[in-house]
């Protein structure tokens, strides 16, 4: 017996052909029924998208099974989908997270396709446009964001996030795009991490946390060869576990040492991970994981980089014109 899911019929597109059956759910009493409205290969014209949404828009259904090819068809539709002027910002970032938590699984399945890898860098070429073009992304696209930590949900979380702070400091496309597919491919290294202490519902002993400590360099090892991606991405892949103070891993370099973008990296990181519900902690409150970040972990981050993400998070004017009094971060041209 088929399973079905509801979707959002923002992501479908007139003159597509669907790559999936659409159903309309259609409730007798206690017993919903699916009825077949669109089969796979059928031809979306307009005035039946229109009819679609406008009489049936909360009853659109998929089988469950059909997910990926969903997703695939989000996809492969991306830069149509997050240029429509008719779509809201929650519908286009809900898109763009589905895609990326669909890409980044694919790449860790399969981390030696240079498909995936083509694959990782279209997102980040659509989503920074997206980003940069929309004001309102940063509550689209955090509002969702998973919270459930898993390596594929803390890449895309940690991506989005580097984005939207990277936009907040004036960063330019190109840098984005950097800072976009360093974190996506940041715990890469972690497939060479036996999962038995990747996922240990518990703190780390010695040996394990010693082996855990491997993955940046792991993750260096799988990509430095592979030209599409560039050296600046990574720098977050290779230093995102080094400390102002020097007392990171794997090299133990400290300040400026760090790259920029690689500074910009461990406070996301550590941030997300904190207000995430891991396999041996709760998720803490985004307030008292910046307090905790600020006053008990002395060493760890770049500090004005730190207030600026505090200020980032605050209340939010999106900073259109920098205000009188304001403390901003000079940044040097970016090597």
């Known amino acids: ?20 059956d659409l159903f309309l759910k259609a ?12 089969r796979e290969g059928e031809e979306l014209s307009p005035e039946r998208r229109e009819d679609l949404l406008g009489k049936h828009a909360d009853r659109l259904c998929i089988a469950t099974g059909d997910i ?10 991306l830069k149509t989908i997050l240029s429509d002027d008719n779509k809201s910002t929650r519908e286009k970032s809900g898109v763009v997270y589905q895609v990326a938590t669909k890409v980044v699984t694919d790449l860790l399945e399969n981390p030696k396709s240079g498909r995936n890898m083509e694959r990782i860098s279209e997102w980040v070429t659509q989503t920074v446009g997206h980003i940069v073009d929309d004001d309102d992304t940063f509550s689209g696209l955090l509002g969702v964001s998973s919270k459930d930590y898993q390596i594929y949900t803390h890449s895309v979380n940690t991506s989005v996030l580097g984005l939207l702070f990277g936009k907040h ?20 290294g972690k497939l060479a991490i036996p999962l038995n202490v990747v996922n ?3 703190h780390l002993t010695g040996d394990e ?12 090892e799988i990509l430095e060869h592979r030209s599409s991606v560039n050296v600046l991405s990574l720098k977050i892949v290779i230093q995102h576990h080094e400390n102002y103070d020097g007392s990171g891993y794997p090299y133990g370099i400290k300040g400026e040492d760090i790259h920029l973008f690689a500074r910009i990296a461990r406070i996301i990181d550590a941030y997300d991970a904190m207000t ?9 409150r985004p307030f008292a994981v910046l307090a905790e970040m600020k006053n008990k972990m002395p060493g760890c981050f770049d500090e004005k980089l730190l207030r600026e993400f505090i200020y980032f998070l605050g209340p939010k004017d999106q900073r259109k014109k920098r205000r ?8 040097p041209s970016v090597k």
Do not use: W
């Not at 206690?30 to 409205?37: D, K, R």
């Not at 990926?68 to 539709?77: G, T």
């Not at 995430?276 to 803490?284: F, I, L, T």
């Open 200 to 202: 240990k519902p518990g």
């Open 276 to 284: 995430s519900k891991r396999s041996y902690a709760e998720p803490m």
């Open 324 to 331: 009188n009094g304001d403390t901003v971060y000079s940044f």
């Open 169 to 188: 400091l004036s960063f330019k496309e190109d840098e984005l795009a950097r800072i976009g597919s360093g974190m996506l491919l940041h715990d890469i």
């Open 68 to 77: 990926d090819k969903y997703i695939e068809y989000q996809e492969k539709n």
């Open 209 to 220: 946390f010693s082996a855990m400590k491997k993955h940046p360099k792991a993750g260096l």
């Open 1 to 20: 017996m088929s399973e079905y899911i509801s979707i959002s019929g923002g992501a479908l597109l007139e003159g597509t052909g669907v790559e999936f």
């Open 27 to 38: 409730a007798a009493g206690e017993v919903s029924n699916y009825v077949l409205y669109c």
